[in-house]
Structures are given as C-alpha cells and as structure tokens.
C-alpha cells in the first residue's frame, strides 16, 4: 500500500502561525492550521465571538484535495495583508463539506439561489446568527475572471456591515425564511409510474453525445449513477426494443470513451473525477473513492450484460487501483488523491497533474525501442498533446496526458504487428512506466475514511467477488464493513459515526451513511452469506427510518436534526456525484422486504419513491437511481436460492452462473442448513423446503417464493435465467 502523509503543511521553519485548526482531524482543516488566518472550526466559541463582538463570519468550505481551495489558499489565506484585514473584520470559519455535509448542502443551495451556481471553495458571508447574505464561490487574488478580488470582495462586505448591517440581517432573514419554506413545502403531487422512466429515458437521450459518449457538453462529469438507470431501462424492455437497446448503446459507447480517454489512469488504474473537454481526454486529476466505487461497479454490469473482457479489465484495474493506493492498513477505504503534487522530490511547489505527465523524452528514455509503439498508440507528441483550449493557462505545456486516441487493432495494423503481440507489449510498458512514476512524489492522499463511502466500495469489493470469482475482493469489502462495524458504529445505540481519521470524528452519522453502509452490507451479504452483515443491514435500517424519516412528506431528511447551528433540515432530491440518500434507502427497503418478507418495509420503500413524486415528474432524469428503485418495486419480485453446502463445488458453480447475469431486480440466497437458512426461514418458511437434490446442490429460481422445478446443473440453471 502507497502512503503519503495526510495532511499537507509548510515544513515547521516556515510555520508562522498556528490556528485552532491544528487541533481537528480533517486534513482539509489541518491543511490550513498554518495560515495567517485566525480560523475556527464550525462551532459554538467561534459563533459566539461573533455574536459578542457584533462581527460578521467569513465562511469557508471545501474539502483537502479541492484544486481551487488550494489556489485560493495560496492567494489569499496565506498572504499577511489579506488575513490581518480578515481577522480584523471577520470571525472566521473553515468547513471540512465531506465531515459536514449538512452545514455545506445550507450554504450551497443559498449561493445557487442567489447566484445562479456553486461550487467549492464556497465563500459565504453570515450574520452572527448564521444567516447569510453574500456568497459566491472563488474570489481570484486580482480583479480577473470577470471577477473582483478578494480582498475587495471582503473590502465592500466589511463596509456594508458597518454601514447597514441591520438591513443585510433582515436580508438573512428573509433568504432564508424562503428557502426553509421551500424545504418544509407539501410535496408536489405527482404519481410515480413507469411513465416517469420512460420520460427520464427521453430526457436522457436528448443530452446524450453520439459522437464522444457522455452527457451533455464540457466538462464531461462520468455520472455513473445515469449508467445504471440506462442499463436498467435496458433490462426492463422487451428483448429486442429499440429504446433498450439504444439505452445500452450509449451506457456502452461512454464506458469505452472513458477507457480510452485521459480521465482514466492509463497506467495505475481508476478515474479522475471529470475531463474539461468533451473527448473526455484532459481531465481535472483529482480522484474520489465515490467515482471508483460507482464505476467499478458500472463496468461490471457492463461485463456481466456483454461478456466482453474489456469492461472486466477495467472493473479489475479500478479495484486493484483502490486496494493498491486508497485502503489503510486496518481496512478501511481513504476519500481523495489530490489533484496537484510537487513538481520536485522535496519541493513545495505543487502543480496539476504532475504526477500523472510525462515528456516524449521520458518515455523515450525508459521505454528505448518499444517506444515508438507506446506513444503511438497513447497520443504522445513531442511538444505535448493537450490541446491548447483545454490548457488556457499553459499548465500542460510540452507534457503528455496518456490516452488512446485508436484501439490497438488499430495501432497493430500501423506497424505491421499481431493485436495480441500489441497487447502483451503494452503491458509490459505500462507496468516499467507505472514503476517509475510510483518514485515520483504523490498527491495529496485525504486519508480520512468517510462511512458513507465505505458503503459504496463495499459494494463494489462485494459486486466484484461475485462477478469476478475473485477471494481478494471479498477479503478487501469483509474488511472494510469490519472497520467500520468496529470503529464507526455503536452497538448499545445501533448508530453511525461520520468519519475516523487517527480516531473516529465526534460526528454523526447522515443518513447516506446509514443508506449507503447498508448497500454494502447488503451486497457483501448476497456475496459471502454470513447473516451477521444481514442482521446489521436490518438494525442499521431501522435507525435510519428512527433518526431521518419524515412523518409528514415521506422520504429522509439528510441530517438527524436537532443541530441549532443547522438552520435548515434539507432532503436531497437529485441523485448527483452521489446518489441521494432516499434513492438508495428505496431500494434497500426492497431487498431487505424480499429477503425478510415484510410488507412494512416494502410500503416505506414505496412510500419514499411516491415522496419524490413531483421532482419526478417535473424534472425526471435528475433522479435516474430512484427510478431505478421505482423500477424495482414495479417488477416482480425475484429470487434465486441455491440450496446446497456453502463451500461444496456445485455450489459454487451454480453462483457462478448466476452472478454471469444481470439480474438487477433479483436476490440471491443461500439455503446450507445452518444458522443463515433458519434465520431466513423465521420470515421465510418456504425455505426449509428447499434443499439438495439426490446430494447435489439446487438452484430454485422463483418468483414471491413461488418457484420453478430445482435443477442442478450449470446449463439448466443458465436457461432457466436466460
């Protein structure tokens, strides 16, 4: 495993300052403990200076490997005359959005409101009482961009509120008043019916890029949760239709455009988080666990649709790259690689993407006579191949971005040479030049392990298992649902802790915490049938319907409540970057009412996709995982049980044939005559009956428990699932 120190600071020679920062856990906080700023954490002493001084708050958020955080760190919050005039004027808060997402979803939605977009860093001016009146988000040091500087930026706001600050609090106020009116309103009407999937599709399909893959024009985000509606809409259509196969024509299409773009790491596996073109070739470098975790598991529904090894070979590099680089020694799964890294070992100037360049005259050199092949077949040129548009500041001057502009068919054809013998060869390139950038110094690593997180590389690790047959990715998802189960949850009150860094972080768990580890216990369940993951899965969901259901309105609420420095308790009505919390508690009140036969938990299921009815009908294809779930509870239910000793050979073969197909709608279960099988059959008295057949293990395939003759061999059960 790859490590790199968690938090970047100046070396102590040059550590002016300290703040209250140095005490917090969050690399993102910790990175600014140094700055001249007199920076609190979000808190009660930094709120009541503020009300005690009559000062208004600077409010800071971002997270540690946030590229423009750090240029409007090394701009603005580390320049002496910026942070007296700071201090002076302001009291001053920095916000970790990934510890606090509730605080960060407030301030976001009042800049959107207010300005049209958002983004991070998010600049927000507060009352002393939390109400904000300006916000935006980069402030550049200098007047550019269109934009002002900073420092007038802070210039105008300290005169305002020393002028008319009685006016910018009613202003507050009233901003506000509308957007927790807005949260609070009934819910739209709105019936959620398989008309809704059928417009989200259309929706879909009128921003689809027929030409580069993808969604919409630069930048190019990979929104994998649009993926899975589309390979859904897919599995729901009669063999043969149109609109199923063209919505898997363009999941497809963008998963190969993405291989071959510079958005994926060429050599060390796993994407960056969006490309700024639209070829998906220049990316921004930065990478997410949430991005790994969701596309593994988009390339192996694409495996399992296709059975072409492409999809699988990228779902096993993107894997491998997790437990290679972002997997801490006791199991759990670190957030972020940094965007930027230092130019030079040792050196404390950082640019983008410096770990992931090369010049023709590196690769010349490590790769000798192979390179002529190598640089062909990724783009490499003399004097660097991003182009000019896509590079306005010149950051990628005479450096190389490695992608594929031809497939190797292609580029064997050029040299006269076999595609195997191009294949094999790349290989071996890849891994000498792979070798020699692990030397150079790395990103940023945000070492934190964020639980919600953790939730959808479990699932991956587990999805990963199954489809793959690989024992590794079992072992790396059982660990991880360990950590968190040892260090994240407590077991008296059955709740979740947010995060842990050198500890667990004194904060509670948001409800895609509960959704999103759920998920992966799910999914680590229907992988190893230990029905201890099982259990907590169900435990931890009724804590989530105790601390985040709404009575009134259906659906869950983001936070617990009962924060007074959270003005506004907010839903998340789109499935983004992440899939929004309901989206995935929907479909876990599905699996779990089939796996325990409960009709409560498939009314709350059906209740929260009937929540989310009006955004649905008024904007369908922002909520395309919902739909997913909207499609699940429209379906038959569906399940496979294998009866049959749980390490025997023909067991194994018979979830091997299963795990071949997309079954996305489909719980598998396993009946060996232990603890797991009578567990079940507590709800589920149809499973005693299901056993081996004349000592063979049995595949029963059925729909609400009323099953199809057993069978017990690979090829019936194949033409059973077919």
Request: hydrophobic share 35%; charged share 25%.
């Amino acid at each position: 495993m790859t490590s790199t120190p968690a938090a970047t600071v100046p070396p102590a020679h040059v550590q002016k300052h300290s703040n209250r920062l140095i005490h917090e856990k969050s690399p993102y906080l910790l990175q600014h403990a140094h700055n001249p700023v007199d920076w609190y954490p979000w808190g009660r002493e930094a709120f009541e200076k503020a009300q005690r001084e009559k000062k208004p708050i600077f409010l800071s958020i971002g997270y540690s490997t946030c590229h423009w955080c750090h240029v409007m760190e090394r701009e603005s919050f580390e320049n002496e005359e910026v942070a007296a005039f700071m201090n002076s004027r302001f009291v001053n808060i920095k916000v970790d959005r990934e510890e606090r997402p509730d605080v960060d979803r407030v301030y976001m939605t009042f800049v959107q409101a207010t300005t049209g977009g958002g983004g991070w860093p998010l600049s927000v001016f507060l009352t002393p009482t939390l109400k904000p009146f300006v916000g935006g988000t980069y402030f550049p040091a200098e007047d550019r961009y269109g934009q002002p500087s900073f420092l007038k930026v802070l210039h105008r706001v300290a005169e305002a509120w020393e002028n008319n600050h009685v006016k910018l609090s009613e202003s507050g106020d009233q901003i506000m008043t509308a957007i927790a009116h807005s949260a609070a309103a009934p819910p739209a009407t709105g019936k959620a019916d398989a008309k809704l999937i059928d417009a989200a599709y259309q929706q879909t399909a009128r921003s689809y890029d027929a030409a580069e893959g993808g969604f919409g024009n630069a930048p190019k985000f990979p929104r994998p949760v649009t993926l899975n509606f589309l390979f859904n809409v897919y599995h729901r259509s009669p063999e043969g239709a149109e609109a199923g196969e063209a919505a898997l024509g363009m999941a497809l299409f963008t998963l190969r455009k993405m291989v071959a773009g510079g958005i994926h790491d060429q050599l060390g596996g796993g994407f960056h988080r969006y490309s700024v073109d639209r070829l998906w070739r220049v990316p921004h470098f930065e990478k997410m666990l949430y991005d790994q975790a969701q596309l593994a598991s988009a390339y192996l529904d694409a495996y399992q649709i296709t059975g072409d090894l492409q999809y699988q070979d990228v779902a096993r590099d993107t894997l491998d790259y997790v437990k290679r680089d972002m997997t801490s020694p006791e199991g759990g799964f670190y957030s972020a690689e940094d965007a930027d890294s230092p130019t030079t070992p040792g050196g404390r100037e950082k640019a983008e993407g410096a770990f992931y360049l090369w010049t023709k005259q590196e690769i010349d050199e490590a790769l000798g006579e192979y390179a002529e092949v190598f640089e062909y077949q990724y783009g490499v040129k003399p004097d660097g191949n991003a182009p000019a548009e896509s590079d306005p500041q010149g950051e990628f001057r005479g450096k190389n971005i490695l992608y594929q502009p031809q497939s190797f068919a292609e580029t064997a054809k050029h040299f006269g040479r076999s595609e195997l013998d191009v294949d094999e060869s790349m290989r071996y390139r890849r891994a000498t030049l792979l070798e020699l950038r692990q030397r150079r110094p790395r990103p940023h690593l945000d070492d934190k392990i964020i639980t919600a997180w953790n939730g959808l590389m479990i699932s991956a690790f587990a999805r990963g298992a199954q489809v793959l047959g690989d024992p590794t990715y079992l072992e790396a998802a059982t660990h991880a649902a360990e950590f968190v189960r040892q260090n994240l949850y407590n077991a008296k009150t059955r709740t979740l802790l947010r995060s842990y860094r050198n500890g667990p972080a004194n904060i509670p768990g948001f409800a895609e915490d509960y959704a999103f580890y759920i998920q992966g216990l799910l999914d680590l369940y229907e992988t190893s049938f230990e029905v201890k993951w099982l259990q907590l899965a169900e435990q931890l969901q009724a804590t989530q319907d105790r601390l985040f259901w709404d009575e009134r309105a259906g659906g869950y609420f983001s936070s617990a409540g009962g924060d007074a420095s959270v003005l506004i308790r907010m839903k998340e009505d789109s499935d983004n970057a992440e899939p929004a919390p309901s989206s995935i508690a929907a479909r876990n009140l599905l699996r779990l009412g089939q796996i325990r036969e409960s009709g409560k938990l498939r009314e709350r299921a059906e209740k929260t996709i009937a929540a989310f009815g009006g955004a649905l009908n008024h904007f369908p294809s922002a909520l395309p995982q919902m739909l997913a779930a909207l499609d699940y509870s429209l379906s038959k239910p569906k399940q496979i049980v294998i009866a049959g000793q749980r390490d025997g050979i023909d067991t194994r073969d018979l979830l091997d044939e299963v795990h071949k197909h997309y079954l996305p709608n489909t719980v598998v279960l396993l009946a060996d005559g232990g603890e797991g099988q009578k567990y079940l059959a507590e709800n589920l008295p149809e499973l005693e009956t299901m056993k081996p057949i004349q000592g063979k293990a049995a595949a029963y395939v059925c729909e609400n428990f009323t099953c199809k003759a057993p069978v017990t061999t690979v090829e019936q059960l194949r033409k059973l699932l077919r």
